[in-house]
């Protein structure tokens, strides 16, 4: 990193000023946006992301919650030891083993942080944590001791700042100040505040707490009104230096900032506004596809920088602006953000070689068994459709390669479709247990049909809550991507599934959820987890 990337070198911790030119990106994609509802990402899709991460160029990676789950423990670990470039966070409340745990997962990183946070507002502070603001001094100055202990970066949020008396969340800030945070980061943390708002209260933080100067101003704003991202840019003119965001804007309720539009925002107004992010943007769109894919959660079309139409020009005058000059209706170059379209295209009679080699292009290194598995998949791809292009094999490789989910496995499955009576469906699926089962129905749909056969077959009551479905590439013989989100006893799990027959992918992805709620169910049955305040 440059020297006016806002860390000293001092095992990654940022020496903060509002003068710095940079603002540093702090993804928590993994911590916050692992918090909407559905999501439950395993340690190898938790890897992967924070691979992509990296080669984004993100500073920061909120890697999880350390103490809230042996998984989400583990994963954050096994981030830390493998994930090279980033700083590598995890989160805490101020409790002692809170801190033991994130730094325990941390500590392999060669860049740790532990990022720890209590509530200022009162109303937090009464009806949640039921204690006094006296109490809330001491936890944070204890955490703040403690983790400073184990390393040099750690970063404070006063949680529910914006909703909280200024003056005590000053007091407060100076405390974290004074035990050594390098950070401290101000979070909207229920998105009711409004930009001039946020401007101002920053700017009476800086009054009431100088010392504020010395160290990084990070923020962390929730979309509930629609204005994370303007809050957050209101931030940044107060002086912050670090945005805390996550990729498509996922998290809690509406979600938090969403990275892209930051990082566009501060790319396409540098000029203007002089700040700019060590972001490589060109990954923006892959990196984005690949947290859809993972986490089931749709992006919408007209999503900002990476939905699909967000360089569409469908009107006529539109088109012909843009013929005649592309920036008559257009403020970025679709190419910046990586949607240009890839000139790797494949077909059935490109070999083992031809596909490693694209997809090394591509920045997937496979070799071995994965290899061969996405070799089969290729040609079973490339069998029905002509051109199998880098759009494919990216869908391809995230749905096919992905360490299997422990539990259940679809084997096969047949379904008889006729417009003139219901149809009917069998199913084959392998068992967490061993072994194998099947299952009939017949159902409203072919989809249906299969979806509660699976149900039948593994003895699940898994209710369908979300089932989108959507084409990865243009044309009639497109592969076709399925993303589902269910619920077996009030544990919700989301799978994706991709093919060139789009039932099958359904029940790829049927398969894939129901084996992420039935984990989720077993292992909260099987363990007594501290509770945790999910922030
Ligand atoms: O929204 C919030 O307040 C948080 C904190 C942990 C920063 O996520
Ligand atoms: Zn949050």
Redesign the pocket.
Same mark, same amino acid.
């Given at each position: 990193m440059g020297s006016d990337d806002g860390y000293t070198g001092n095992g990654g911790t940022p020496s903060g000023r509002a003068e710095m030119s940079r603002v540093l990106i702090f993804d #928590?994609t993994l911590?916050?946006g692992e918090?909407s509802p559905g999501i439950s990402l395993n340690k190898p899709e938790k890897l992967e992301i924070a691979h992509q991460l990296a080669r984004l160029g993100v500073d920061v990676i909120e890697a999880g919650f350390p103490i809230t789950s042996p998984g989400d423990f583990e994963s954050v670990q096994a981030i830390a030891r493998e994930v090279e470039g980033p700083v590598i966070c995890g989160?805490a409340r101020t409790a002692h083993q809170d801190i033991d745990a994130a730094w325990n997962a941390v500590r392999d990183s060669e860049r740790p942080c532990i *990022?720890t946070?209590i %509530?200022t507002s009162d109303i937090h502070i009464k009806h949640q944590l039921q204690t006094t603001r006296d109490d809330v001094k001491g936890q944070t100055r204890a955490a703040v001791a403690q983790a400073k202990g184990y390393l040099e970066n750690v970063e404070f %949020?006063p949680?529910?700042?914006t909703r909280a008396d200024l003056e005590f969340t000053a007091e407060v800030v100076q405390i974290a100040i004074d035990e050594g945070a390098s950070t401290i980061?101000i +979070?909207? #943390?229920?998105g009711y505040v409004m930009p001039h708002e946020f401007q101002a209260y920053l700017a009476g933080l800086y009054e009431l707490v100088p010392a504020l100067h010395e160290v990084i101003l990070s923020v *962390?704003?929730?979309d509930d009104l629609g204005l994370a991202v303007a809050n957050s840019f209101g931030g940044v003119l107060a002086g912050a230096r670090q945005v $805390?965001c996550t990729i498509n804007g996922l998290? $809690?309720r509406a979600g938090?900032a969403s990275l892209e539009e930051i990082v566009m925002l501060l790319r396409t107004r540098r000029a203007d506004v002089g700040l700019d992010t060590g972001v490589n943007t060109t990954e923006l769109a892959r990196t984005s596809r690949l947290v859809s894919r993972l986490t089931g959660y749709p992006v919408q079309p007209n999503k900002a920088i990476v939905g699909r139409n967000a360089f569409a020009h469908e009107s006529g005058i539109h088109q012909d602006g843009v013929l005649k000059e592309r920036t008559t209706y257009e403020i970025m170059d679709a190419t910046t953000v990586g949607l240009q379209s890839n000139s790797i295209v494949l077909g059935k009679h490109s070999g083992r070689h031809a596909l490693r080699k694209a997809l090394e292009e591509m920045g997937f290194e496979l070799d071995g068994q994965t290899l061969n598995t996405a070799f089969k998949r290729f040609k079973e791809i490339a069998d029905r459709k002509k051109q199998v292009t880098a759009m494919d094999l990216e869908a391809l490789v995230t749905d096919e390669l992905r360490e299997e989910i422990p539990g259940y496995a679809l084997e096969w499955f047949e379904v008889e479709a006729s417009s003139r009576r219901p149809p009917h469906a069998s199913v084959s699926v392998t068992l967490p247990e061993g072994g194998s089962a099947t299952g009939t129905f017949t159902g409203d749909g072919p989809i249906d049909a299969v979806f509660q056969a699976i149900n039948a077959a593994t003895e699940v009551a898994a209710k369908l809550s979300e089932f989108t479905i959507g084409a990865v590439t243009e044309g009639q013989d497109a592969l076709g991507e399925v993303s589902i989100v269910l619920a077996v006893d009030g544990f919700t799990g989301a799978g994706q599934g991709v093919s060139t027959d789009i039932i099958d992918a359904a029940a790829r992805a049927y398969v894939r959820a129901l084996s992420v709620a039935v984990a989720r169910s077993r292992a909260d049955e099987a363990l007594g987890l501290p509770e945790t305040t999910t +922030?």
């Open positions: #928590t911590r916050d918090q989160l *990022h946070f %509530s %949020s949680m529910d700042a980061n +979070p909207d #943390t229920v *962390h704003c929730h $805390e998290g $809690e938090n +922030p």
